[in-house]
């Protein structure tokens, strides 16, 4: 019995140290052109995997955007690019933090809006079940 409760004990200790790292998964990638004019070459990648989408051009207040099936949370970040309406180039490495709210049943949407200084808002959204048996946005 004394075995048995030193084993448990660690294994708290264990759980403690390492923190909570539930396994989030994603299905969506969106971004927003708020910039104000229509800009071109938009493209991104998740860090450290074959996932990427491009788009040759995206309307003012219009989005590039893909849906696949559901992949592990990119902890490591997204690489964006495009090219503004006046030809210069941008990029940024977004990286948002998933709020503790959100669960990791449900895949999250990860959305990247593109300001008109250049600046990226990124953030995540999910979908979750309503009682009737349809989603809704959270």
Excluded at 31 to 54: E, F, H, R, Y
Excluded at 91 to 111: E, G
Aim: aromatic letters at 12%; glycine letters at 8%; hydrophobic letters at 40%.
């Amino acid at each position: 019995m004394k075995k048995l409760i030193v084993v448990l004990a660690c294994g708290l200790m264990s759980a403690c140290a390492s923190g909570y790292n539930p396994g989030y998964y994603f299905n969506e990638v969106q971004v927003v052109n708020l910039t104000g004019a229509t800009i071109k070459d938009v493209s991104w990648q998740v860090v450290n995997s074959p996932k990427a989408l491009s788009c040759p051009e995206v309307a003012k207040f219009a989005m590039c955007a893909d849906r696949f099936p559901k992949r592990r949370y990119p902890q490591q970040g997204i690489e964006l690019s495009w090219t503004q309406a006046d030809g210069s180039e941008e990029s940024d490495m977004p990286n948002p933090a998933i709020p503790v709210y959100f669960s990791p049943a449900f895949p999250l949407r990860v959305v990247m809006e593109l300001g008109e200084d250049g600046a990226v808002k990124a953030f995540y959204e999910q979908d979750e079940p309503s009682r009737d048996g349809g989603f809704y946005l959270d």
